[in-house]
Protein backbone atom coordinates (compact mmCIF):
# COMPACT_ATOMS: atom_id res chain seq x y z
CA UNK A 1 0.00 0.00 0.00
CA UNK A 2 1.36 3.76 -0.83
CA UNK A 3 0.62 6.93 0.75
CA UNK A 4 -1.84 7.70 -2.24
CA UNK A 5 -3.92 4.63 -1.26
CA UNK A 6 -4.03 5.23 2.31
CA UNK A 7 -4.54 8.74 1.96
CA UNK A 8 -8.02 7.31 -0.32
CA UNK A 9 -8.77 4.65 2.61
CA UNK A 10 -9.22 7.11 5.08
CA UNK A 11 -12.89 8.56 4.84
CA UNK A 12 -14.18 4.60 5.25
CA UNK A 13 -11.52 3.96 7.87
CA UNK A 14 -13.31 7.15 10.07
CA UNK A 15 -16.62 5.73 9.17
CA UNK A 16 -15.68 2.38 10.30
CA UNK A 17 -13.68 3.58 13.71
CA UNK A 18 -16.84 5.43 14.85
CA UNK A 19 -18.80 2.61 13.78
CA UNK A 20 -16.47 0.13 15.65
CA UNK A 21 -16.66 2.95 18.82
CA UNK A 22 -20.66 3.10 18.63
CA UNK A 23 -20.87 -0.44 18.71
CA UNK A 24 -18.51 -0.62 21.81
CA UNK A 25 -20.41 2.13 23.47
CA UNK A 26 -23.45 0.25 22.60
CA UNK A 27 -22.11 -2.84 23.99
CA UNK A 28 -21.14 -1.63 27.04
CA UNK A 29 -24.35 0.36 28.35
CA UNK A 30 -26.57 -3.15 27.35
CA UNK A 31 -24.10 -4.98 29.49
CA UNK A 32 -24.11 -2.59 32.10
CA UNK A 33 -28.31 -2.01 31.74
CA UNK A 34 -28.60 -5.88 32.36
CA UNK A 35 -26.43 -5.70 35.50
CA UNK A 36 -28.19 -2.58 36.87
CA UNK A 37 -31.77 -4.70 36.12
CA UNK A 38 -30.57 -8.09 37.36
CA UNK A 39 -29.33 -6.50 40.72
CA UNK A 40 -32.30 -4.40 40.92
CA UNK A 41 -30.04 -1.35 41.11
CA UNK A 42 -31.35 2.16 40.98
CA UNK A 43 -31.11 5.56 41.98
CA UNK A 44 -30.01 9.23 40.91
CA UNK A 45 -26.09 9.36 40.10
CA UNK A 46 -23.73 11.38 39.18
CA UNK A 47 -20.84 9.95 36.48
CA UNK A 48 -18.04 12.06 36.56
CA UNK A 49 -15.92 11.27 33.73
CA UNK A 50 -11.93 11.77 33.40
CA UNK A 51 -11.15 15.38 33.39
CA UNK A 52 -7.40 16.43 33.72
CA UNK A 53 -8.38 20.11 33.64
CA UNK A 54 -10.00 19.78 37.24
CA UNK A 55 -7.32 16.80 38.20
CA UNK A 56 -9.55 13.98 38.00
CA UNK A 57 -7.86 11.38 36.31
CA UNK A 58 -10.17 8.26 37.17
CA UNK A 59 -14.14 8.34 36.83
CA UNK A 60 -16.61 8.96 39.60
CA UNK A 61 -19.88 7.14 40.29
CA UNK A 62 -21.98 9.00 43.16
CA UNK A 63 -25.00 8.35 44.34
CA UNK A 64 -27.34 11.09 44.85
CA UNK A 65 -29.49 8.54 46.15
CA UNK A 66 -29.50 5.69 47.60
CA UNK A 67 -26.16 3.94 49.02
CA UNK A 68 -22.86 4.66 47.65
CA UNK A 69 -21.72 1.52 49.36
CA UNK A 70 -24.04 -0.56 46.51
CA UNK A 71 -22.72 1.23 44.09
CA UNK A 72 -19.04 0.59 45.02
CA UNK A 73 -19.97 -2.91 45.46
CA UNK A 74 -21.49 -3.27 41.93
CA UNK A 75 -19.28 -1.49 39.64
CA UNK A 76 -15.25 -1.49 39.53
CA UNK A 77 -13.12 0.92 37.95
CA UNK A 78 -13.15 -0.73 35.11
CA UNK A 79 -16.34 -0.46 34.80
CA UNK A 80 -16.17 2.90 35.46
CA UNK A 81 -13.89 4.02 32.84
CA UNK A 82 -15.85 2.08 29.81
CA UNK A 83 -19.33 3.51 31.08
CA UNK A 84 -17.52 7.22 31.15
CA UNK A 85 -16.12 6.44 27.63
CA UNK A 86 -19.62 5.20 26.45
CA UNK A 87 -21.23 8.06 27.68
CA UNK A 88 -19.06 10.51 26.71
CA UNK A 89 -19.00 9.14 22.86
CA UNK A 90 -22.83 8.78 23.01
CA UNK A 91 -23.28 12.51 24.82
CA UNK A 92 -24.55 14.90 21.62
CA UNK A 93 -22.83 17.95 23.13
CA UNK A 94 -19.10 17.57 25.12
CA UNK A 95 -19.28 16.76 28.45
CA UNK A 96 -17.48 15.17 31.43
CA UNK A 97 -21.00 15.26 33.92
CA UNK A 98 -23.43 13.06 33.83
CA UNK A 99 -27.10 13.26 36.19
CA UNK A 100 -29.12 10.34 35.71
CA UNK A 101 -31.16 7.91 37.37
CA UNK A 102 -29.25 4.47 37.00
CA UNK A 103 -32.38 2.35 36.00
CA UNK A 104 -33.20 4.50 32.92
CA UNK A 105 -28.95 4.58 31.75
CA UNK A 106 -29.61 2.29 28.78
CA UNK A 107 -32.92 3.56 27.71
CA UNK A 108 -31.50 7.26 27.62
CA UNK A 109 -28.27 6.91 26.13
CA UNK A 110 -28.45 4.26 23.80
CA UNK A 111 -30.77 5.13 20.95
CA UNK A 112 -28.32 7.47 19.31
CA UNK A 113 -26.30 4.55 19.14
CA UNK A 114 -28.70 2.09 17.99
CA UNK A 115 -29.95 4.12 15.24
CA UNK A 116 -26.35 4.95 14.04
CA UNK A 117 -25.67 1.03 13.93
CA UNK A 118 -28.65 0.67 12.53
CA UNK A 119 -28.65 3.47 9.94
CA UNK A 120 -25.18 1.63 8.77
CA UNK A 121 -26.43 -1.74 8.67
CA UNK A 122 -25.51 -3.30 11.62
CA UNK A 123 -27.04 -6.27 12.89
CA UNK A 124 -28.11 -5.89 16.98
CA UNK A 125 -27.53 -9.06 18.74
CA UNK A 126 -29.64 -10.34 21.97
CA UNK A 127 -26.36 -12.03 22.88
CA UNK A 128 -24.32 -9.43 23.09
CA UNK A 129 -22.04 -9.39 26.06
CA UNK A 130 -20.12 -6.70 26.98
CA UNK A 131 -16.81 -5.71 26.39
CA UNK A 132 -14.21 -6.44 28.67
CA UNK A 133 -11.78 -3.76 29.51
CA UNK A 134 -8.38 -5.45 27.52
CA UNK A 135 -10.47 -4.49 24.53
Known amino acids: MNLSQLLASRP ?25 ETNRLGGLVRLLAV ?23 HFDEADLVRLA ?8 TPATDFDFRLEDMFSRYSPTL ?22
Open 85 to 92: DALVFASP
Open 51 to 73: DPSVERYAPQLIALSGSQAVLDE
Open 12 to 36: ALLRQAALANAAFAYAVLRGLGRRI
Open 114 to 135: RSALQAAGVELSDELNMPDHKT
